[in-house]
């Protein structure tokens, strides 16, 4: 398995942006698809975005495409997650995720290491 930290979360106004970024230790990070996930406040964990393993293919929930983009550093062994036209809907936790899946798989059950969690809040 995967260790992965996350970190940039925090508190943003709507409209605004953050950059989330999910430090993983393995040393085959590059055969990994990576991918976040979100959960917010009494709501099931859902799929956000993936990257594939070379970070030239993405896959995106409805709800994000054309606010969020999904992208990975195989030399620092990080991904990131650029979120911009941030709404108070975003507001959740967010999960980083490591999988051996491609990049269309979308659930749970398909990423077998996960983060421990940044949070995302944004204010109306």
């Known amino acids: 398995q995967v260790q992965l930290v996350e970190s940039g979360g925090g508190l943003v106004q709507a409209g605004g942006s953050l950059r989330l970024s999910c430090a993983a230790s393995a040393p085959t990070f590059s055969s990994y698809t990576m991918a976040w996930f979100r959960q917010a406040p009494g709501k099931e964990r859902e799929f956000v975005a993936a990257v594939s393993r070379s970070g030239s293919g993405t896959n995106y929930v409805d709800s994000v495409k054309g606010r969020f983009t999904i992208s990975r550093d195989n030399a620092e062994n990080t991904v990131y997650l650029q979120m911009n036209s941030l709404k108070p809907e975003d507001t959740a936790v967010y999960y980083c995720?490591?999988?051996?899946?491609?990049?269309?798989?979308?659930?749970?059950?398909?990423?077998?290491?996960w983060g421990q969690g940044t949070q995302v809040t944004v204010s109306s």
């Open positions: 995720a490591a999988g051996r899946s491609p990049i269309f798989f979308r659930r749970i059950i398909d990423f077998d290491s």
